[in-house]
């Protein structure tokens, strides 16, 4: 039959229309002059032509917009990841500055009270040979002594002074002593120590004073000490050096005769402990050092630090300069990474006698230092907070020295300062991350996409389309196979499918249903099937579910089934678990299949272990948005091991499905059980045991009676509970469960899914 050949039509506003509608008038014939027919077509063409013009220039103009706003996006992104990393290096360098500072003043502290016991240790010794008495007394190997305290403290260059306590009844005698023991001294120090000036131990006699004395500021002389009060002279120094600027020992100097030590003495008597007094020396101002702070560690005359009438007999003075104690701070050698350092304290070194410390609050500007690390280098900046504010939101404050001492026992208009350190990171620190890689990635993102869009924007738009439409439905394909089935049976799947469409195209029945023979009314192919002799099978049930979904809104009931099997299946996926499916409340995995494992039973108790925790965790959380008692909900569990068939049952809505006589009795484990423990039968105990864990097991106090099965012996597996070890990770440990059945709990053990399935063979 011919067909007929449709009559042609033109565009009409309002629709379409045959062509022979249109009006055909002789223009003799009319008032009116009508144009030729081509002006019509002329007309359409140019609106046409004008519309496309306005859309190329409304593309072109979103292009623009489109590119910019890719640009500045992309910019915007790569800068966050710069200062993202940058943060995350500052943060890395800040908590390295803290713990090695922290470490290294924790050191320094209790070596110097290690240094004062056995100082007393030793004199009460020999000072009971001698039958003499302090402050005679000379320190043996006073060198060797200090050179251990650094490399115990790791404090380069230290400066320490030993200071006996002298009456002015002693004044004399111990004159005469110190001028007896100087040669000694100075001999032994030489030998020890070195000098880098080639000083001589005759050159340093000759430089010290024979009496205890001080300095007269006022005339720039050296006279005798006062005769009145105590006296703290120095009398064992380390390193052997001169006075600044004048070629003086300053043996034997009373240094109560400077106020600020003379505080620092009293606060140490009151306190009966180490004391400090912070940034003490001035700044040095070639930035190149900086003094730090002076610390008074007490020296008694026996070491017993229990005993309450001991009697302080000399103190040991160090100096310690923050600029060498900030040094090698960081694991690196050699850095250009700057972070700043502010050392701040909150008693001001030039506090005001007769001030109450606890009304001085305010850090005075001397009571500020800044200074600078890069790698193994520090640098002084100044005597002033000199960080910059834009890097306040960055801060890392921790305390840097906080000696406890109560405040209450410090002389008044007296205190002892707490130090604390405030880290920020240096702008170098910050421009090491801007790089070029925001521009780069800009100006790459740029022409790509503008190439990109102006060459395939309309062709392949459509191509791209019509192609994700068909990955889109193959991938969701795919996705629901791969989810359904495991990845074995999903490739015999596939290759079953291929074969039976094969076979039809060669016997030519593309009419039949793939794989059925629909005059027998059978499958045309042998069933996917497998018996899988050693497995597990392991059945978690929410207890308190019903009740608790009851009261709850859908969506409520479904928010916490995903969050709950989400985190079991994540388990699952780390242990190799295959996870059958979900009935209800009910979870359903097993080990040993499709991939045989021959801990099957070991891994499955694991896997039921780390559920329980897992639910602890959860159940909580989720408290606050699924509203009370949510943190109730607790898993039962139960596994059996034993033989298994398993395969996909082929119709509408096929699966892979386990069948057996261990779904069964796996399935009366978990409704025969507790909330929040894991039973497991006498099959499963035996593979524990065999594979020595039998430690694991907890036998149940009483036979189980099991429907089809009659009694049983079954057992409780010890559930996991967290132990955090200082200075180690997480450790799991078993925890002890008790064998006594709760009865009375929230919920019976009647109250599972039941049986597993329909039929009397499980699924």
Same mark, same amino acid.
């Given at each position: 039959?011919?067909?007929?050949? $449709?009559?042609?039509?033109?565009? /009409?506003?309002? *629709? ?5 509608? #249109? ?7 009319? +008032?009116?002059?009508?144009? $030729? ?102 320190? $043996? ?108 020992? $300053? ?92 050392? /701040? ?29 890069? +790698? ?28 406890? #001492? ?6 008044? *208009? ?11 990171? @240096? ?14 990635? =800009? ?6 996409? @503008? ?28 996705? #629901? ?36 023979? @629909? ?46 099997? *989400? ?71 139960? #596994? ?30 978990? @409704? ?41 012996? =079954? ?49």
């Amino acid at each position: 039959m011919k067909s007929r050949e $449709p009559s042609p039509v033109v565009a /009409k506003k309002g *629709g379409t229309r045959h062509r022979s509608d #249109i009006s055909t008038t002789d223009p003799s014939t009319s +008032g009116e002059q009508t144009s $030729p027919p081509t002006s019509f077509h002329q007309h359409v063409a140019t609106k046409e032509e004008k519309n496309v013009v306005r859309a190329k220039v409304l593309v072109t103009l979103i292009l623009l917009m489109a590119v910019c706003v890719v640009a500045t996006f992309t910019y915007l992104l790569v800068a966050s990841q710069d200062r993202s990393n940058f943060e995350s290096q500052f943060t890395g360098y800040a908590s390295e500055v803290v713990t090695v500072s922290n470490e290294k003043t924790s050191q320094l502290f209790n070596a110097l009270d290690a240094f004062s016991v056995s100082i007393s240790s030793q004199a009460a010794r020999e000072l009971g040979l001698r039958n003499s008495r302090w402050p005679f007394y000379r320190i $043996p190997d006073w060198s060797v002594r200090i050179q251990r305290l650094a490399q115990l403290t790791g404090v380069h260059d230290p400066s320490l002074t030993f200071h006996p306590i002298v009456q002015q009844d002693e004044r004399k005698e111990w004159e005469d002593f110190a001028n007896d023991a100087y040669p000694i001294l100075y001999q032994d120090a030489v030998e020890r120590e070195g000098d880098k000036n080639g000083t001589t131990a005759k050159e340093f006699i000759d430089k010290t004073i024979p009496f205890i004395y001080e300095l007269d500021r006022e005339n720039f002389a050296f006279v005798p000490a006062s005769e009145t009060g105590e006296l703290l002279p120095a009398f064992q120094q380390y390193p052997l050096k001169f006075f600044p600027l004048l070629p003086v020992m $300053p043996m034997s100097i009373n240094v109560l005769s400077y106020e600020e030590t003379s505080k620092l003495f009293r606060i140490t008597r009151a306190v009966k402990g180490p004391t400090i007094h912070s940034f003490s020396i001035p700044v040095d101002l070639d930035k190149t050092k900086a003094s730090g702070s002076q610390i008074m560690q007490p020296v008694y005359d026996r070491a017993d630090t229990a005993d309450e009438n001991r009697k302080m007999v000399g103190v040991v003075l160090i100096q310690l300069n923050w600029l060498d104690y900030f040094k090698n701070l960081f694991l690196e050698e050699e850095s250009d990474d700057g972070v700043i350092v502010v050392l /701040k304290t909150i008693c001001p070194s030039n506090l005001d006698s007769g001030l109450n410390v606890t009304e001085q609050t305010t850090v005075a500007p001397d009571s500020v230092v800044t200074y600078q690390i890069d +790698g193994s280098t520090a640098i002084i900046l100044g005597e002033e907070d000199l960080h910059d504010p834009k890097y306040d939101s960055l801060e890392v404050t921790e305390t840097f020295i906080d000696l406890g #001492i109560d405040h209450s026992k410090v002389p008044e *208009g007296l205190c002892v300062p707490t130090l604390t350190l405030h880290i920020y990171p @240096s702008e170098t620190l910050e421009k090491k991350f801007e790089t070029w890689n925001r521009a780069i990635y =800009t100006s790459v993102v740029v022409v790509i996409f @503008s190439f990109t869009v102006v060459v395939f924007l309309l062709y392949d738009f459509v191509v791209r389309r019509l192609q994700r439409k068909v990955m889109d439905r193959i991938n969701k394909q795919d996705v #629901i196979v791969a989810n359904v089935f495991p990845s074995a049976i999903r490739d015999r799947l596939y290759e079953a499918q291929r074969n039976a469409l094969q076979q039809n195209q060669m016997v030519g029945e593309t009419e039949k249903r793939a794989g059925f023979d @629909s005059e027998e009314g059978t499958l045309g192919a042998a069933p996917l099937a497998d018996l899988f002799p050693n497995t597990s099978v392991v059945f978690a049930d929410i207890a308190g579910f019903t009740a608790w979904s009851s009261a709850r809104e859908p969506q409520q009931v479904f928010t916490l089934l995903e969050n709950i099997y *989400g985190g079991l299946d994540t388990i699952a996926n780390q242990m190799a678990i295959f996870k059958v499916e979900t009935v209800g409340d009910c979870y359903v995995a097993a080990a040993g299949l499709p991939e045989p494992m021959y801990n099957h039973a070991v891994v499955a108790c694991k896997f039921a272990r780390e559920a329980l925790k897992k639910m602890k965790e959860i159940s909580p959380l989720m408290e606050v948005t699924l509203g009370p008692n949510t943190a109730a909900l607790d898993l039962r569990i139960g #596994i059996h091991s034993g033989q298994v068939t398993a395969g996909v049952l082929r119709g509408e809505r096929s699966r892979f499905q386990l069948f057996g006589d261990t779904m069964n009795t796996a399935s009366r484990m978990e @409704s025969t059980g507790e909330r929040d423990r894991i039973q497991v039968t006498q099959a499963t105990a035996d593979l524990l045991k065999e594979a020595g864990y039998e430690k694991w097991l907890i036998p149940r106090s009483n036979r189980t009676f099991v429907k089809g099965k009659g009694e049983m012996q =079954t057992y409780w597996v010890r559930k996991m509970k967290v132990v955090v070890a200082r200075g180690s990770n997480l450790k799991s440990e078993m925890s002890t469960v008790d064998e006594t059945i709760d009865t009375d709990g929230e919920e019976s053990a009647g109250e599972s899914s039941g049986e597993y399935g329909l039929g009397s063979e499980g699924i």
